[in-house]
């Protein structure tokens, strides 16, 4: 599902940055892995380059079969919009639109019917536990209700490939729990493949796999038996 | 000071442009304040300095208008103990029929004793020659000229030189050359001096003169001698400083400058709130930042000061850049004004310098920093109240500005009830120039939730145009009432401006017309010079007899215009054949009987008053004008007031039976000539022009001639009112760019979202345009809104204290159409440069802005 | 003409102490009841250019109250332009002038006369006669100039006079009261000497001891203008109309 070979990403500044070395990792569908690292090692930088917010300095990225070197701005936003969820730490939520807005809003920019595109979110809502919270304003959610919130616009289009940066970053350890719970829950139910960046050592056990980073290489990369 | 340095400057410059933007207001603000009165004063200088330079030694003037006197006032003066020296003088402006040179202002003096008043500065070289006022007095023929002008013709002493004098072309010869110095350098040296009695011969003015110029003896104190000399003299004469002058042009250039202090109050009032804009969402964006001084330390005063020092930087340097734009403006403005020399002198004076009043530019200074701390006050409360905990907590936004709306809405229906109040007291001054600032204050108040309410009726429109996009652009403008209305407020007040100016305009424009129409129906106007304002050639009485026997001519009308002082002011006597005017010429009445006050007036029973004589000087049918003439004050009962435009300071119609018993002078300034129904104009004009041409200077304008003379005259006023709109819409432009360049920045992360979740680059892009149309929709509709409200005020106030002219209330529907694409267009061009910095920006750092 | 220029037009030997006698008894001997002559004035200039004029004068009435024309006859341009002089014992004199080009008069007023007249060294004051009464006088001692033994005297003219000098140097002839000399003293500032005239060529012209040759000079300007006095005439008989506005007008 996700495929990168020899991918190496460089920042230009005063001084060259290397933020990934020569990475070549493969993501099978259906697999959720967490991605571990010290401040800096590069994880973000990865997930970015996954989520076609950015592309590599060099090497090849393939999701779902698509290669993306070579593609425009445009073509990248469309390849994103088909086939991938963003889930981010600090919610990314637009105050202005209520749950329900904000959950179709990815809807709206594929030009879906706003009938449709609300039963949608309604829908996903319900799935993430919030359907009593159609109508209101993110700030007057908690933030686990928050990030619940950004996980159905994530979901909006039931992408095959669900990426979080530090989901439960942002939240107490219960309310972090709660969430990681529902991601696995949706994991499971949906069958999309999930790679989620993580400080937390018990997020990333959670997981089947585990990629370690380090310096922009993948030290290490562990498969194991999900714990229930 | 530091902190300046650390903390404002390196977001300054990371937003510099914006931080240019948000100046423009101030800028322009404060150049069109310092410009117009910066011209204005230098205007005035470079007049008192040529009427200085003119008036020489002189302390007093002795003038009836611009009538004149006969020559036996020269001796009554004379005789007078304060008097050491009284000279005549005659002016006259002539044309010198050397291509470019334009028009000579002649001044005839007694060459016999003048010298102790006015220093000629004869060239040393020549002194024999022309030092010697026995050939110069003996052959009429002599004038002086100055060296400059010498050097711009080519001239040389003993050359000829050819002007227009009453009796037609004459050649004069150069016996005298002026240093360019003093005197000479008067209006840039077109100027001439002739003998005083071959003066009166060559300009028609019999054993008149025009003025008698007065130095004291030594030790007595000018205002004493102003006195004893008036009460000598009588109340038909004026007796004043020559600077005086230089006061009457001062009432003109007046106009102007209310004109221009409204604009540039308008253009304050923009910048205030493009500063609070930008402040308010810099608060926003740099809240971490006063998080991290709270938390290192620093009082929330500080942080206030902080901001209230940005704010006063911010409008220092856009003062500072405002008088310099605002000295560039008075050049050209200088130019322009200059033109009120020919309404005076008949010569234009240019500025040669612009020269800006230190406390001018100091107050135009405090102005700009004013409004600018004024516009950064809430602002920097907002950012002193930034509490220091969430601030430092990533991804909260602190809302802090809900009371305020609120506040501010009450506020605005208090403001706008008391306006209601006011306008309900409007005949008094004080109410209804408040009931203005009131209307305009609850406007701008109202804003933020005008722009709700039209934000949310738009945003159907937007949405049925583009669903997605349109949503999002309606759905960002209610969002944000805060960041919108201030762009919005500054954009109405544009556009109100705009209307309120196209709409004195164009009430204005048909105004005259009608006027025109009315008032000018003969089919020739014979005058002594090429411009109509000019009055110093005049005919004598005789020639409309002669017009009169050219077969084809059926009615010649003589017209004589003088200004007179009334009550201060220089106003226009119109004398003319009151019996074959009132046939003739059809205007409005306004007071007093139509049918039968012109007949009282032929009768020498009164006089007619324009509507904005009346107006202005607050005069009604029934009162008694007092006007000065020879023999004292002359007690004329005011019979009617009819709508003329014939002068911006007011007309008084009377006959010149009336005229010339009281003033003795039986001269014409102008000849109306209608003709026998159909009649070949061209061919009359030509054998008129071939009859009197060769005896007599005359120009004979047609009937669309003159109209168009009139019409150009008219459009000469407007033009600064054009320069007024083209800087309110710029100022407007400037305020979209800004807001937007703000907006953009405050809303990267926002966008960032947006494409992240699959927005694609036309949409935010669609998505920026279409909230820029908005912006300009609402600015629109709420500017045609108060520009409404304005120009009802703004046609107030120029009935009232300005030019007395009653114009109806035509809203300027073309000029407001002209807008709707002028500032639509410029809202999405000033949105495109925003809208690809969003979508060109990397999309990591906008989801990771902060 | 001025009274200096109709002190020199008398003179008579007498002896006398007093300044004021002297000067009294000056004016006594040139004493006419009319005089005519032509005058040629070359004036001078700082640069040495020259430019000549030339006038024809009448005067009728003895000092103090006559009656003067003066008429240009070249050089061409000035043709015809007249001069009329009405002298009066206790006041200044009405002066008017007649330019024929623009066939009007016009009159010269007092506040003028300090001006140059016309192009010469002279001004409007030094042709007016002025009498004696006008001025205090003083005996500065005897001095010997141009070769004759004269009084040295300084004449102060009194405030009523309204002279534009302070005061008057005159050196006058011991042998005949000719005045041979006058030095000017301007009232600005300092009293400096703004001019000198020196009266020379005497001849007894109809008993009256006249000179024919006049040198002004003005000190400030550097200019100076000497008149040769011709066909010199005492007495002949002129009418009394002539010397009126009517009669500038008619015979221009």
Known sequence: ?228 | MMLLRLISWPYVRKHLLRALLTTAGIVLGVAVFVGMHTANQSVLYAFNRTVDRIAGATQLQVTAGEIGFSEDVLERVQAQPDVEVAVPVIEATVQTGIAGQGNLLVLGVDMTGDRSLRDYDLEKADDTIVDDPLVFIAQPDSIIVSRQFTERTGLKLNSKLTMQTMQGPRQFTIRGVMNSEGLASAFGGSLAVMDIYAAQLVFGRGRRFDRIDISLHPGIKVDDARRRLQSALGSGFEVDTPSSRGQQFEAVAQVYSMNATLTSIFALFIGLFLIYNTFSIAVTQRRNEIGILRALGASSGLVKRLFLAESAITGLIGSTIGIGVGILIARGLATYLGTFFAEVYGVGEKAQEVSADPKLLLSALFIGVGTSVVAGWLPARNAARVDPVKALQKGRVQVITEGESRLRRNLALLLLAGAVACATLGHVRIFFYSGYMLNVLAVLLLTPALCIWLGKALRPLLKWLRPVEGALAADSLLQSPRRTSGTVAALSLSVALVVGLGGIAKASYESIRSWMDAALSPDFFITGSETITQRSIRFPEELAGEFRKVPGVEEVQAVRTARILYSGTPVMLVAADLRSLAERVRLQVIEGDGATMYKRAERGEGVVLSDNFALLRKVKTGDVLELPAPDGMVKMPVLGVVLDYSDQNGTILMDRGAYKKYWGDPTVNAFRIYLNAGEDRAAMRQKLLDQFGGRTRLFIMTNAELKQYITNLTDQWFGLTYVQIFVAVLVAILGIVNTLTVSIADRKRELGVLQAVGGLRNQIRQTIWMEAIAIGVLGLAIGFALGAVHLYYILEVTRRDLAGMRLDYRYPFAIAATLIPVILGSALFSAIGPAETAVRGSLVEALEYE | MNRLLAALLLAAPLAAQDARTIVDESQKRSRADSQRYEGTLEVIDSKRKVTTKKWIYERLGSAGESKAVLRFTAPAEVKGVALLIHNHPDRASDQWMWTPAVQRERRIAFQDRRTRFFGTDFTFEDLEERDVDRSSYKLLGEETLMGALCWKIESTPKAEAKSQYSRVTFWIRKDNYVLTQAECFGREKTDKLVRRIRYSDIEKVQGIFTPRMFEVRDEERESTTVMKVERLQYNTSMPAERFTLQALRRDQ
């Open chain 1, 1 to 228: 599902m996700i495929q990168l070979s020899n991918v190496t990403k460089e920042f230009d500044g005063k001084r060259t940055v290397r933020a990934l070395q020569g990475v070549s990792l493969q993501i099978r569908k259906g697999e959720m892995v967490s991605l571990v690292g010290p401040s800096g090692s590069g994880k973000s930088t990865l997930l970015n380059l996954i989520g076609t917010l950015d592309k590599p300095t060099s090497g090849e990225i393939t999701l779902d079969g698509q290669l993306l070197s070579g593609l425009t701005d445009d073509q990248l936003t469309q390849v994103r919009r088909d086939k991938i969820g963003f889930i981010f730490q600090f919610f990314n939520l637009l105050p202005s639109l209520s749950c329900l807005e904000n959950v179709a809003l990815p809807l709206h920019l594929r030009g879906w019917k706003k009938a449709k595109a609300s039963e949608r979110a309604r829908e996903l809502l319900t799935l993430v536990n919030l359907d009593h919270r159609i109508e209101h304003l993110p700030d007057e959610l908690s933030g686990g209700e928050r990030q619940r919130v950004a996980i159905a616009r994530a979901l909006s289009v039931y992408p095959p490939i669900l990426l979080a940066d530090e989901p439960t970053g942002n939240l107490d350890t219960h309310t972090g729990a709660e969430i990681l719970s529902l991601v696995r829950d949706l994991h499971q139910r949906l069958g999309a493949t999930v790679l989620m960046v993580t400080h937390d050592r018990s997020v990333a056990e959670s997981c089947a796999r585990t990629i370690i980073l380090r310096d922009g290489q993948v030290v290490e990369d562990i498969n194991r038996e999900p714990r229930l």
